[in-house]
């Protein structure tokens, strides 16, 4: 996931993985229109200083601006990959936004989603648009039940897949981009199974 700095990029053949910022933009749209691109979202941060701190809070909240500026921004926490941590975090939510608090965003699928959907529970709110980034087994399991309503593909085999290409093409001696990303795609309950078994 981690984009390396500008100044690596020069001792770099390729760089590959997922568009985090792509991923997002895409994701942020589907989240938008679930909302009728109107309410209040707060978002669950990644560790911050790296690439997807940036790409899984920056870049849904500048695809709002400009797709779905109804939508306010209430909040924006780091409580790290911890379920109990982000669970207070978001009850702290519930409590100061009440119901204007529409969706949720997380960078993580598994920890910090577990913690969001048990803070919702708690709460008794249904009606909170939960998204992150994806697909492990949590995750997937969290769409299929309806705690996430939508998540990022993210497949490990297919992380490996790309590196691979990339080196055998580069071995054959054919040109490469400085950058492969892999395929861009949003999962939500009604294609969650074309994507089971999970990969991690």
Avoid at 32 to 44: E, H, I, N, P, T
């Amino acid at each position: 996931n981690m984009l390396p700095q500008d100044e690596a990029m020069k001792y770099c053949i390729c760089w590959t993985g997922p568009d985090d910022f792509g991923q997002f933009r895409l994701l942020t749209r589907a989240w938008a229109d679930k909302l009728g691109k109107k309410g209040g979202v707060a978002f669950v941060q990644h560790a911050p200083g790296g690439s997807p701190y940036f790409a899984r809070c920056f870049g849904p909240i500048s695809e709002l601006a400009g797709y779905a500026p109804g939508v306010k921004v209430l909040d924006k926490q780091a409580p790290g990959f911890d379920a109990s941590k982000t669970q207070q975090v978001v009850a702290d939510w519930l409590t100061r936004f009440g119901a204007e608090l529409t969706g949720v965003c997380a960078a993580d699928d598994s920890a910090q989603a577990i913690g969001i959907a048990e803070a919702l529970r708690k709460a008794g709110r249904t009606d909170v648009a939960v998204v992150a980034a994806g697909n492990s087994k949590v995750g997937m399991d969290a769409v299929k039940r309806g705690d996430i309503f939508a998540i990022t593909y993210q497949s490990a085999e297919a992380d490996g897949a790309v590196a691979l290409k990339a080196a055998i093409d580069w071995f054959n001696g054919l040109e490469l981009p400085p950058v492969r990303y892999l395929p861009q795609h949003v999962i939500t309950k009604d294609d969650v199974d074309k994507f089971m078994p999970a990969q991690w």
